[in-house]
């Protein structure tokens, strides 16, 4: 067995889940794209209430220096970007922008950190932080990297509901993308916070010259995950200066509109986050996706450190599509 069959073999799914095959997925691809976009419309009706979308603000609260080196990252330390480091922020600030947040109607608020993984004492003062979030009534989302054992209990004491891991993209493709990690590494870390109990956020980048195979690959590891995650994160590459993806073969929008729909098909329900890469996206292509399944949007004008739509302009989209932010009120009964 190579070391590829071995992390998909990790892979297996639980008798009661569908299990989604690279080819099977493939196929669903290849739907025709109304046709397929019309299927996911469906699904998505099935388990959501397509009107409402579920808002998430993101907050980099350590930022720049990280010793990975992720190809598509303006953080990693290898590549000139102009990102400024920025060490862990001071509670308080993090609570400030938190409130902001919540004013604004996030009912979500993630914290990112650019860790190859944290160290205990960084545990205890993220800890800290997830407690005095928490307390404002929202629910917390972490992303802080790989983790060690008991790490994934701490947070979750501390209050952490989601905790976000991405697989990035597909096995087969992931040495192409990232050199100082493997695939299995980022199971074996989901593995620690499901068996803790926190919720899995856990998808994605599409554009990084990977093939349609491949990116029927990453979505067929996902689907395949016991179970599936409750949240995924679809992000489209932002090609940022000075990182080795820079110059990366720019993805037809009708591929990323397909590889929504199929996230929405094979993990029915599951959130589909439009994530990073709205910012370059046109309103008519953003209302497709939301027809083909996406219900869930970064909310707010930075990603961890790039652009994402004003939130005026989010409001006023929003509103031209009748959407609104997704409530305990709007939120279909069978929801998670
Ligand atoms: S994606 Fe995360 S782990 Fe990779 S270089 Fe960026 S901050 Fe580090």
Redesign the pocket.
């Known amino acids: 067995m190579t070391i590829q069959q071995v992390e998909l073999s990790r892979l297996t799914p639980h008798p009661s889940l569908e299990y989604w095959s690279v080819c099977k997925v493939e196929a669903l691809f290849e739907t025709p794209f109304l046709e397929l976009v019309y299927r996911a419309a469906q699904v998505h009706r099935q388990h959501f209430n397509p009107q409402a979308i579920q808002l998430s603000t993101l907050l980099s609260i350590k930022t720049?220096g990280?010793?990975?080196?992720?190809s598509?990252?303006?953080?990693?330390?290898?590549y000139q970007t102009g990102v400024q480091n920025q060490q862990l922020l001071e509670i308080d600030e993090i609570v400030e922008k938190a409130k902001i947040a919540k004013a604004r109607g996030a009912g979500r608020f993630c914290m990112?950190?650019?860790?190859?993984g944290p160290k205990p004492k960084d545990v205890a003062k993220i800890s800290e932080i997830i407690k005095a979030v928490k307390a404002l009534g929202m629910e917390t989302c972490g992303?802080f990297?790989l983790l060690q054992d008991g790490m994934a209990e701490q947070l979750k004491d501390a209050g952490l509901d989601y905790y976000n891991h991405n697989l990035?993209t597909a096995p087969e493709h992931y040495h192409e993308v990232?050199g100082?990690?493997r695939f299995d590494d980022r199971i074996n870390t989901l593995g620690k916070v499901r068996s803790a109990g926190l919720k899995v956020c856990c998808g994605g980048i599409v554009g990084m010259n990977e093939t349609r195979k491949e990116r029927a690959g990453l979505i067929a590891s996902l689907a395949n995950l016991d179970p599936q995650p409750e949240s995924v994160p679809i992000n489209q590459l932002v090609k940022v200066e000075g990182t080795p993806l820079m110059d990366a073969e720019d993805l037809d929008w009708t591929e990323f509109v397909r590889t929504i729909a199929v996230a929405r098909i094979t993990m029915p329900q599951s959130y589909v986050r439009l994530s990073a890469g709205r910012q370059g996206m046109p309103e008519s292509m953003q209302a497709m996706c939301f027809m083909a399944g996406a219900n869930s949007i970064f909310y707010g004008d930075k990603l961890?450190v790039t652009d994402n739509p004003e939130e005026d302009g989010d409001r006023q989209l929003m509103a031209k599509l009748d959407l609104e932010p997704e409530t305990a009120e709007n939120r279909k009964p069978q929801e998670r």
């Open positions: 720049g990280c010793p990975e080196d992720c598509y990252c303006p953080q990693s330390a290898r990112g950190a650019a860790w190859r992303t990297g990035d990232i100082t990690r961890l």
